[in-house]
């Protein structure tokens, strides 16, 4: 599409604050570029806006609330738009939407000036690497065709960002959007489409960059092929590349695109690589340039966008996904929090919906990356909750940590089996979980004195035992409760190296740490134990006394009072305390060890 003098192809977003306008403005471009079909306005009763508000909810509530793309092409150029929408309950649509646009249209009610909301969208367009700016001032009409108001707007919005153009429009009435305003003389500029067809967005560096192409699908058709969208950089048939995190080396055979066989490919493009060598490489490995390898590594510091209600838990394993790579990170609290109005750095120990904030994280295994500055590609991925499978947050890596690269794996000559089998049995992570009272440190102690008296060797780690040691510094939040079970999974696997059966009585009351303690543990070495007792049950024992603590709002936070317990859904086994005595159950416990 287009004309002599077309300028090819241009991402932007539309965004800012709710009712300012976003859809009315798509709505009139599209009508007044002739990108609609016949009829089309008019059977939106000539309402611009309705042309992109595609979800009934969204025409019955006169709001956009899906992100909706939308392409459309004028002689001089084409253009592919994301319309985000304005609330910030829809944060992560903006995220989603950004990450892709070269240009950003930033509206603001001219009647209500910059807003937080604003300030929000124009910082996470510029974190995610959006290089041009248009402030829309839109609503003319409504303040009277008024320079001063304009100005000031203008003059407001300079606090956000240094580097932008700024137009004068009513999306309503038209003005300035495609056609030139007879209201406001006093504006020389170019209209909007004038802007969108000329502009040269603030250059990729991906384009410039060393070549990367993340694995997204190996092909056996009629010879191996990988093939995967291409980063950044370019590549030709003859140049060498690694398979990374590997390292192989192998040389490019050819290149192609379809059916159609390429000279070479470059940043932008998906592709299908055929290698002169046979090599492993899968999903989820990167082919690079053989003579500028990124880094890997599995320790590193990211700015983070949290967009779930539930808030962020440091300590807490989620599941990343980079391009094609997956791996479980584990975040650490915040160094700080950014304030979306003063983009002051404020202290946090967690993040809430809508939250941007800078951490440290780990992941179980080093995933190849870039600076996101350099690669969104490479250096932007999503956080899963590992239960719900909800996208809880996104993040933008900086750099990795420097421990990160002095940190190796000791290989010892003595085996955790060799261990287990010189004490003639098998190691074993007993985790007994349940509510206070429920009687888990009870049964955990009976059943280890049956191990003793077997001849196995065991060690019990009990809650308050560890509390009053090695996690005497944590206290019962839910970050606090994740690193407490982090520590101690980290302290049962030494032990079950050691060889030893390890009894492990915490109440642990989330799934997500449980799971990522049965992450850690080879598979079958992981035994969990529901030590099972009703609430009200596990109250009118109250050895200790913390529900009548509890319930007189004097121990917050406290599990089945003022925190949340969450039982195991797939236990090896499911103690019932109303049915057995301890005695009973630690007798099943051992008959389930001896069979299995």
Known sequence: MGGPGAKGLLRFITCGSVDDGKSTLLGRLLAETGSTHDGELAACGGDPALLVDGLEAEREQGITI????????????????????????????????????????????????????????????????????????????????????????VADYRAVASDFTAIPVSAAAGDNVVRRSEAMPWYVGPTLIEHLEEVVPQQDRSAEGPFRMPVQWVSRASRRSFAGFV???????????????????????????????????????????????????????????????????????????????????????????????????????PKHEIDVNSFDELPARTLGLNGIGVAEFWTDRPIVFAPYRDCRDLGGFILIDRITNDTVGAGLIHFALRRSHNLHPQALDISREARAAMK???????????????????????????????????????????????????????????????????????????????????????????????????????????????????ERRDPKGLYAKARQGRLPNFTGIGSPYEPPEQAELVIDTTRLTAEQAADEIIRYLLRS
């Open 424 to 538: 003639g049995q098998r190691q074993r992570l007993l985790w007994f979980t349940g509510l206070s009272g429920a009687g888990k440190s009870t049964i955990a102690n009976l059943v280890e004195k049956k191990l003793h008296a077997l001849g196995r060797h065991s060690f019990l780690l009990d809650g308050d035992n560890v509390r009053l040691g090695l996690n005497r510094d944590l206290g019962f939040t839910d970050a606090d409760r994740a690193e407490n079970i982090r520590r101690v999974g980290e302290t049962a696997k030494l032990m079950l190296d050691a060889g030893l059966i390890v009894l492990a009585a915490f109440i642990s009351p989330f799934r997500a740490e449980r799971r990522m303690v049965r992450a850690l543990i080879p598979e079958g070495e992981f035994v969990e134990i529901f030590i099972d007792a009703p609430l009200a049950e596990a």
């Open 66 to 153: 899906d992100l909706a793309y939308r392409f459309f092409a004028t002689p001089r150029r084409s253009f592919i738009v994301a319309d985000a929408p304005g609330h910030e309950q829809y944060t992560r649509n903006l995220v989603t939407g950004a990450t892709t646009a070269d240009l950003a249209l930033v509206l603001v009610d001219a009647a209500k000036g910059v807003l937080t909301q604003t300030r929000r969208h124009s910082f996470l367009c510029r974190l995610l690497g959006v290089g041009s700016v248009v402030l829309v001032v839109n609503k003319m009409d409504l303040a009277s065709w008024d320079q001063a108001v304009f100005d000031r707007i």
């Open 231 to 333: 980063a950044s950089g370019a590549i030709r048939p003859g140049d060498s590349v690694r398979v990374m995190p590997a390292g192989t080396l192998a040389a490019i055979d050819d290149i192609s695109l379809g059916d159609a066989t390429m000279d070479e490919a470059v940043a932008g493009q998906s592709i299908a690589i055929s290698l002169a060598s046979e090599v492993d490489c899968s999903r989820g490995d990167v082919l690079v340039g053989a003579d500028a390898p990124p880094e890997v590594a599995d320790q590193f510091e990211a700015t983070l966008i949290w967009l779930s209600e539930e808030e962020l838990t440091p300590g807490r394993q989620y599941d990343l996904k980079l391009g094609s790579q997956s791996a479980l990170a584990t975040i650490q609290p």
